[in-house]
């Protein structure tokens, strides 16, 4: 928890520097999408971004991007047929796990010195930190378990945008994040460290509504 409050402090920090105060514009960002960590479900994704202009090529600053999965592993206990010839099967869940990642991320974005077409290409890079909750629910032994996981985070994106008004813009992007997690941080009888490990990491794809100020 420390080190999220640590990471908050910088943010802000930076955000508020003067180096910023140069740049007029101030930029949020409203995005949805689809992450796919490979080991688990692909699920949906929806962020916002607080950025500020440095120059007219440069921004920086912060932005959340929720993602939520859930898997359930069921099985079939009866199947019937209807007159029509149709099946209905009747399934038993035996596990319900839901997944919600939230990576407090700061970014900051170039845009390219070039263009396709209409459309202004883009990269960014992020550090920061990322916390997951974990619900689990087993029904086969009744058992019902809560984590939190958290963990160093970093991504980079690349994507292109294409102005649609004065101060708006809609962008598309793919990015890669990088978000291994830890929990139950302990020891054991002979001092050794021990804990549980979770890796989230995955390709996502997101299309985003700028709006600058």
């Known amino acids: 928890m420390k080190h999220i409050i ?5 943010l802000f920090t930076l955000l508020s520097a003067q180096v910023f105060d ?3 514009t101030i930029q949020h960002k409203i995005s949805f999408g689809l992450y796919s960590p490979p080991e688990i479900e692909s699920g949906l994704t929806i962020g916002y971004g607080y950025y500020r202009y440095i120059d007219d090529m440069v921004s920086a600053g912060v932005g959340i991007d929720a993602f939520w999965t859930n898997y359930m592993k069921v099985s079939s206990v009866e199947t019937e047929e209807t007159g029509l010839g149709q099946e209905i ?20 974005r170039v845009i390219l010195p070039f263009e396709l077409g209409a459309f202004s290409p883009y ?6 930190w990322n ?3 974990n619900n689990e629910t087993n029904y086969v032994n009744g058992e019902q378990t809560f984590r939190f996981f958290n963990g160093f985070g970093w991504g980079l994106g690349a994507g292109a945008s294409l102005v649609l008004g004065e101060k708006s813009s809609i962008g598309i992007e793919t990015y890669y994040r990088s978000a291994k997690m830890k929990a139950n941080v302990d020891e054991t009888e002979l001092g050794l460290p ?5 890796d989230m ?13």
């Open 131 to 133: 916390i997951l909750f």
């Open 123 to 128: 990269t960014n890079v992020s550090l920061g």
């Open 201 to 213: 990491t995955g390709l996502g794809l997101q299309i985003g509504l700028f709006m600058n100020i």
């Open 89 to 108: 099967i009747t399934q038993q869940v035996e596990i319900d796990m839901t997944s919600y990642l939230l990576p407090l991320m700061g970014t900051v």
């Open 194 to 198: 021990i804990y549980d490990e979770l």
């Open 22 to 24: 140069r740049g007029p």
């Open 6 to 10: 640590v990471l908050i402090s910088i």
